[in-house]
């Protein structure tokens, strides 16, 4: 039941970082990935700025097909077990 509902949140948080706009919403908290661009040769730092910015980018990028399937998957729990 504990570990459901933790999926369920999880899954709830991925795909709200998954479907935020660049153009309308992260470029006006200058988080968007365009906007970070070190010059060459330099150390990127590790600060939290930096971070958050690739954690969003990674997300879009490589959670993209795991999300549809994992969303898929509870529609279809949620239609067939309610």
Do not use: K, Q, W
């Not at 949140?9 to 709200?16: G, K, S």
């Not at 968007?32 to 590790?46: E, I, L, Q, R, V």
């Amino acid at each position: 039941m504990v570990l459901g509902n933790f999926l369920y949140v999880a899954c709830l948080l991925i795909n709200a970082v998954a479907i935020l706009s660049e153009d309308r919403f992260l470029a006006r908290i200058n988080l968007s990935p365009a906007s970070y661009d070190p010059a060459f040769g330099a150390s990127p730092d590790g600060s939290v700025r930096l971070r958050i910015i690739h954690l969003i980018a990674s997300i879009r990028t490589l959670m993209r097909m795991p999300l549809i399937f994992a969303n898929s998957v509870i529609i279809l729990y949620e239609l067939v077990l309610g």
